[in-house]
């Protein structure tokens, strides 16, 4: 049932709606998304740990929810913003709607607002916190105090809340695998797993923490560097391990923030961008085979640039923006991409490079 | 890779007239294709033979051949121009069917001409239906279990290995002329062998039925690199079983996941590169089974169609223009996204923050005859578009945007009609099935119970119901009771301010008053292709009840052009033209310039047309609150036909400024009395006419007039129920069955001038002088609609001082009646008298036609006096005389609607129209016929049929046809006023005199030609069957004496002796 809710944003703008699902306050970056499709794998892909996702198509939850194209067990987005919530879901795949779903993952969600005006704000003045809660049982002075205590992105470690903690294989194993993958976990999405499966990858998960030295005592052919939310520099671990991780003679492969990590292995830097790249329409150049590939996109922090290396090579970049989606090393057998091959949700045309990961640890 | 340099000049076909199936879409898509060419520097040749289009205008293309669509024009033109590429994909299927044709018979490779944008090989792929198939087999998609036939026997053999119902379709045939689904094995026989008949190639494709699956379109564009987007996707409201053409259709899709959708995404890519199209926009249709998601492979088009115009506006990505780039070989990632100014390239897929609903626009009541249930051959002949914050929203407006009188979802079942009644027009769709299934909700039916009933998706049967709720809670409040939060909720929703009037049971006037009170007014938003991400100074709006506002206005002088709403017959492309050349118009005066229009296949629509464009039904709530908006100096009214001139009255209420002729003076020339005491100082008589409230007096008035009269009820546009009578038998019948009188219902009568020649004159007024743009000549004479007669520029058979004489007083009419900008008069001429029909001080039908004559644009200057600029400071004071003949033929869709007489009346049935261009009137003539698809035997028995008064032209007319070889057959009561001519004449049985008959004749194939005039009901009844086989056996036919003097002078001229010229030449 829905009730009244409120979006206050951290410059003092606020909101008036309808809120659905869990009766709770959300706070955490406001972010926007542009894709038209997918909203349930973006609830539920990790890389959104620690914000609030405005969906900028005014109808969602057209679909439901079903038990298929879920990114990972939970919602992470600690909150959703929409023009229209839909509470008449129909797809032969439904399972359930998704105001059951928040309700169940305890996640709130405020409508009836204007989410374009909200977008132009966020494009025009950069990515803002902002706290969504129920009217009834929140004051706008505290959840001014939540948005203050929240404090801001920087500096935020999220991985270790969508991470796991321990190791543990992907699918069953055994069967008919060729490679044996070791994954590290920052927030990885269900369908990059899905993927390399089906490419043939036995793959093994593992916590971020993981060092190179236990990735080596695995004995994988390759190790993938997983996406995951929030600010890279707050991994420096993560990026002392890649940098031994280098030194395996393995091939390496990292989407998202794993392509950040291994950025800053390279000794990159890494700057935030005014209010990031969110949606499934970027388009991205393949600057070797002069190629367009639209791709989705998920990211607030970006690899600043890359200059007279002779070790490294950019190789994508988008067209929106003109910033770095894709570098690889000139001699090792590394590449990474900040974008998401692994779509879901987003065109799939990108799936190709997982290929080129898997040849080479056939090679 | 930029453009390629190898290429100079590009020939652009263009679609021709426009047809069911066929609209102004193609205008649009060839003339954005004809100036992005040609600001790229090539030189561009362009062949349309429909003068209402942009395209034609002789600022669009280098050279400009208004002359017939058909490989034999074109191989002429071809070796006129030496074009290096032929761009077939801009012309809807028309284009790609007659450049197959060039390529087929060798002509393209004798002159060394290039296929661009899709090849021979492509479009054989996409259009052969057993090609399609296999393509699709390879692939590893799934297209429904079918079967090619090319007789009778093949489809027998088909159906009993996929039964029935199953779907039926004709290849090569446009808008799915001549498909249909069969349920039973007569329409089966019948719709086959109907279809083998149509199909060039002979061939039909006989489909598993998918009728109730969920149908979705992708709007794709490829370039030669293999980048591929998705422009947008499009899910139909009405499953499978109606035409995309006729069905409500939705953008983007509603109800697909994403995995659902990105497999769409993925096998329209496959499909294109496996059809083989290497650039250029093309969709692709599938159909979804709703239990099982199993997706299947309809259809693809590998041009840009009319679902591509749709998604162009619906996402601000301009296809058609990005296609023809990409044609000449420049890549996606090359090109710039002209709506966010260039800030990001056009290798993106649009993505959108609002809905678009599209809904159909029929003409069923000008063809009662007909079957008017929808199937898969498109009976539509309009649309219109909507954009909203949700789909209510744009549903809803897109109904009032519709201009047929709904203005919400309002009850059309009848009280007594059962519940039996309601499910057949569930299950058995007609155009207004959603209207049903709101009154099944409102009768209390479950959501399942409809759903198994019609098939449309339940989401959107859910959003119907939340409206029906919506509806009753309004009607049972009170005005005084709605609150403004409550009032802007109902307002989100969609509800026109005449809705909640109808539903409040008060007038439209007192919700609006109240609403202001309120302070409730809607916000305007941008359609920017990327839902914000990007800033987009491109001013292309929707208004919506949303929060903030993104119209930005501007401190300059400025003047909003209404457009002219759906395309219907009696109202289309040539009204988009005018507003098209007032929008041009005003920008070359700087002012500002501001179009509302609700079609999304038009020119006018395209963001770059005007300054400002606000796509919204042209409705008064609407247009007031843009008004309201922009405070602007003035709105334009007399260019958009009746759709803003219905407005008028509204604009004088609200204080609107209306440029250009007085409101009193539109009404003096619309209102009959004041009409008939205006014309009293003037040389022009009028038809005599009576106005009779009641049977008797209907009776007393004909008796006073004497037979034949023009009868229909009063206020009525476009001649509807328009009728011409010639017996009290037909008098009786039309006040029985068609018009009933009543004192609130009265009867025109008017007296027909029999054997009259009719012109048509439309002049430029500025208050002082008024310039002639040219006389028009109706070839049929007074009585057939003017729209659907063909018309000749200059007159052929009226005496120059006669001419004269007419324009001099036609000028002081102007003049007196203050006109400032277009006037329209008809005038019938008849023993030497003028009688004036009717004037229209307002852009006419023949605005375009004429302006391509005489090659200067009527309306634009019109335009330019009507911000107060004189005709002597314009520099047009002289009439300008036409170098040429130019003739005017209207285009029918009697080939649509089976059962329906082919036969002209008072009443407009055209859908569009041709022009033929020569140095006499003859070739011109021939040209247009030819225009219009049709073709005009060289020699052969002519049937000749005609009523009484015509038979003292019989003599001349058959003495002319016998010299040039026809043998003439001719029924008994014909051939005895050809007695003692010496003319051999053949006696042939009418239908009703035994057999063989002459419909037998026409079915052997022993007639090429009929002259079939008739006079009154029974003579009409009894010739129906000629005209209808003559009509489904393409034997050339024409129902009046003066098209047959016609036919004679084209072929004395001769079709080999026929020249083709630009119009630039001119």
Redesign the interface.
């Given at each position: 049932m829905k009730f009244g809710a409120k979006l206050l944003l951290e410059n003092g703008i606020s909101f008036e709606g309808f809120g659905f699902g869990f009766k709770k306050i959300g706070v955490g970056e406001v972010v926007?998304n542009?894709?038209?499709?997918?909203y349930?794998?973006i609830l539920t892909d990790p890389s959104y740990d620690g914000q609030i996702i405005t969906f900028?198509?005014?109808?969602i939850g057209?679909?439901g929810i079903?038990f298929?194209?879920n990114e990972s067990k939970n919602i992470a987005a600690r909150g959703m913003i929409v023009?229209?919530f839909?509470d008449?879901?129909?797809?032969?795949?439904s399972k359930m709607s998704l105001e059951d779903f928040l309700v169940e993952q305890k996640t709130i969600c405020i409508s009836d607002?204007?989410?374009?005006?909200l977008?132009?704000i966020l494009?025009?003045e950069g990515c803002k916190i902002g706290a969504i809660y129920p009217t009834q049982l929140f004051t706008d002075e505290e959840a001014l105090s939540e948005i203050n205590k929240f404090g801001s992105m920087d500096g935020k470690n999220f991985t270790e809340n969508v991470a796991v903690s321990k190791q543990y294989n992907f699918g069953d194993p055994g069967t008919n695998k060729r490679y044996k993958i070791v994954a590290v976990d920052f927030g990885i999405k269900e369908n990059i797993l899905r993927i390399m499966k089906s490419l043939g990858g036995d793959i093994v998960v593992v916590p971020p923490s993981t060092s190179a030295e236990v990735i080596k005592a695995l004995n994988p052919d390759g190790i993938f560097l997983s996406n995951g939310p929030g600010d890279p520099s707050v991994l420096q671990d993560a990026v002392k391990e890649v940098k031994k991780m280098m030194n395996l003679g393995l091939p390496i492969f990292g989407i998202c923030l794993g392509h950040q990590i291994m950025s800053l292995a390279y000794g990159l830097e890494i700057e935030k961008m005014p209010f990031g790249h969110h949606?499934?329409?970027?388009?991205v150049?393949d600057l070797k085979n002069?190629?367009?590939f639209?791709t989705s996109q998920n990211h607030n922090f970006a690899v600043a640039k890359v200059a007279d290396r002779d070790d490294i090579n950019v190789t994508h970049k988008s067209?929106?923006d003109g910033s770095i989606q894709g570098i690889e090393h000139t001699s090792k057998p590394f590449y990474s991409i900040q974008c998401h091959p692994e779509?879901?949700?987003?065109?799939?045309?990108f799936e190709v490079l997982f290929k080129r990961f898997f040849e080479d640890m056939n090679a | 890779m930029p453009k390629r340099e190898d290429l100079k000049t590009i020939l652009i076909v263009g679609s021709g007239p426009i047809i069911i199936g066929q609209a102004c879409e193609f205008d649009y898509s060839g003339t954005q294709a004809c100036k992005a060419l040609r600001e790229n520097g090539y030189r561009v040749v362009l062949v349309n033979s429909n003068p209402a289009t942009i395209m034609t205008d002789p600022e669009i293309a280098d050279a400009t051949y208004i002359e017939p669509v058909d490989w034999q024009s074109l191989e002429k033109i071809i070796e006129k121009e030496k074009p290096d590429a032929i761009l077939p994909t801009m012309g809807g299927q028309t284009g790609l069917n007659v450049s197959l044709e060039l390529a087929k018979r060798g002509i393209l490779e004798k002159h060394s001409v290039e296929m661009i944008g899709a090849n021979r090989e492509a479009i054989d792929n996409a259009e052969d239906r057993e090609k399609f198939d296999n393509c699709m087999k390879e692939l590893g998609l799934e297209t429904p279990r079918s079967g090619f036939a090319h007789s009778m026997e093949d489809a027998w053999k088909i159906y009993k290995d996929i039964g029935l119902p199953c779907v039926i379709r004709p290849s090569f045939t446009m808008g799915g002329t001549g498909g249909g689904i069969a349920y039973n094995l007569k329409e089966f026989e019948e719709i086959c062998m109907n279809g083998l008949k149509l199909s060039p190639t002979k061939e039909l494709l006989i489909d598993e039925s998918l009728v109730g699956w969920k149908e979705f379109e992708m709007e794709v564009v490829r370039d030669k690199n293999d980048n591929c987007i998705i422009v947008c996707s499009i899910e139909n409201v009405d499953p499978m079983g109606v035409h995309t053409g006729d069905s409500i259709t939705v953008a983007p899709a509603q109800t697909l996941t994403d995995k659902e959708y990105q497999e769409m995404r993925d096998a329209s890519f496959k499909v294109l590169r496996k059809i083989g199209v290497e650039t250029g926009g093309s969709n692709v249709q599938f159909a979804q089974d709703p239990e099982t998601g199993r997706l299947v492979v309809i259809e693809m088009n590998p041009r840009v169609s009319r679902s591509s115009a749709l998604a162009s506006k619906a996402t601000g990505f301009p296809i058609a223009k990005v296609a023809a780039l990409l044609a000449v070989g420049y890549t996606l990632d090359e090109l710039k996204n002209d709506i966010t100014d260039g800030k990001t390239p056009a290798s993106f897929e649009p993505t959108i923050d609002y809905v678009v609903t599209k809904i159909p626009r029929f003409n069923f009541e000008k063809f009662p005859e007909t079957d008017s249930r929808l199937t898969t051959q498109m009976k539509s002949v309009g649309e219109v578009m909507a954009i909203g914050r949700n789909f209510q929203e744009s549903f809803q407006k897109a109904i009032r945007s519709m201009e047929n009188g709904l203005v919400g979802l309002s009850s059309i079942l009848k009280e007594n009609e059962g519940n039996g009644a309601l499910k057949l027009e569930l299950s058995t769709p007609g155009e207004s099935r959603l209207w049903f299934i709101a009154d099944a909700f409102r009768r209390g039916w479950s959501m399942q119970e409809i759903f198994d009933s019609c098939q449309v998706d339940k989401w959107f049967l859910h959003q119907i119901r939340e409206i029906v709720n919506d509806e009753k809670i309004i009607s049972e409040s009170d005005l005084s009771a709605i609150d403004q939060t409550t009032m802007k909720s109902y307002k989100k929703k969609g509800f026109s301010d005449a809705r909640m009037a109808d539903l409040l049971n008060i007038k439209e006037q007192e919700v609006r008053n109240y609403r202001y009170e309120l302070d409730v007014h809607p916000v305007f938003k941008k359609v920017d292709s990327c839902a914000a991400e990007f800033d987009s100074t491109t001013n292309y709006l929707y208004s919506t009840y949303d929060e903030f506002n993104e119209s930005e206005v501007s401190d300059k002088k400025k003047v909003i052009v209404l457009g002219s709403g759906p395309n219907r017959i009696g109202q289309g492309i040539e009204f988009d033209y005018c507003c098209v050349q007032a929008a041009l118009a005003f920008r070359e005066e700087n002012i500002e310039t501001i179009m509302i229009n609700s079609n999304p296949e038009t020119v006018s629509t395209d963001f770059d047309v005007s300054d400002k464009l606000y796509f919204e039904p042209i409705v008064a709530e609407d247009v007031l609150e843009i008004i309201r908006h922009e405070n602007p100096y003035g709105v334009v009214v007399q260019f958009g036909g009746q759709t803003p001139l219905k407005l008028t009255d509204e604009f004088e209420k609200n204080g609107v400024k209306i440029l250009g002729t007085s409101p009193s003076a539109i009404d003096t020339a619309e209102n009959r009395e004041k009409f008939k005491s205006f014309l009293s100082d003037f040389n022009f008589l009028q038809p005599e006419n009576r106005i009779a409230q009641s049977v008797e007096e209907a009776y007393k008035s004909v008796n006073e007039l004497s037979y034949p009269v023009i009868v229909r009820p009063s206020y009525v546009l476009g001649g509807r129920a328009m009728e011409l009578i010639y017996t009290d038998n037909d008098l009786k019948n039309y006040l029985t069955k068609v018009a009933l009188i009543s004192p609130e219902n009265p009867l025109l009568i008017e007296k027909f001038l029999d054997d009259a020649v009719e012109l048509d004159i439309d002049v430029i007024c500025d208050g002082e002088k008024t310039l002639i743009g040219g006389v028009l000549q109706h070839i049929e004479e007074a009585g057939i609609h003017s729209g659907d007669s063909s018309c000749s520029f200059p007159p052929y058979s009226v005496g120059d001082t006669q001419l004269h004489t007419l324009k001099k007083e036609i000028k002081a009419v102007a003049k007196k009646l203050n006109v400032v900008g277009l006037m329209n008069a008809q005038v019938a001429i008849k023993d030497d008298k003028f009688y004036m029909i009717e004037v229209n001080p307002r852009a006419s039908r023949t605005i375009p036609f004429l302006s391509k004559c005489i090659g200067n644009s009527l309306a634009k200057i019109a335009s330019k006096v009507i911000l107060g600029k004189t005709l002597d400071e314009l520099g047009l004071s002289a009439e300008i005389m036409p170098t040429n003949y130019a003739v005017k033929a209207p285009v029918f869709p009697f080939n649509k609607f089976r059962k329906v007489d082919p036969i002209l009346g008072p009443e407009m049935k055209s859908t569009g129209e041709v022009m033929g261009r020569g140095d006499c009137f003859g070739e011109a003539y021939g040209k247009a016929v030819k225009g219009a698809g049709e073709s005009i035997p060289k020699d052969g028995n002519v049937f000749v049929s005609v009523k009484d008064n015509d038979k003292k032209y019989l003599p001349d007319l058959c003495t002319k046809l016998t010299k040039l070889g026809f043998k003439i057959v001719a029924t008994k009561g014909t051939a005895e006023a050809l007695e003692g001519t010496g003319i051999n004449v053949k006696v042939i049985n009418k239908v009703l005199e035994g057999r063989p008959h002459i419909v037998d004749a026409i079915l052997n194939n022993e007639i090429d030609m009929i002259i079939n005039t008739t006079e009154g009901r029974q003579s009409i009844k009894d010739s129906f069957s000629i005209r209808r086989s003559a009509l489904e056996h393409n034997v050339f036919f024409t129902t009046t004496v003066s098209g047959g003097f016609a036919i004679v002078e084209s072929l004395e001229k001769g079709v080999e002796n026929w020249e083709y010229k630009p119009l630039q030449l001119s």
């Open positions: 926007f542009t894709s038209i499709t997918g349930q794998e900028t198509y005014p109808h057209n679909t079903n298929e194209d023009k229209n839909c008449f879901p129909s797809s032969h795949r607002i204007d989410t374009r005006h977008t132009k494009r025009d949606g499934a329409n970027h388009p150049h002069n190629t367009v639209i067209l929106f779509a879901s949700p987003g065109p799939k045309e | -």
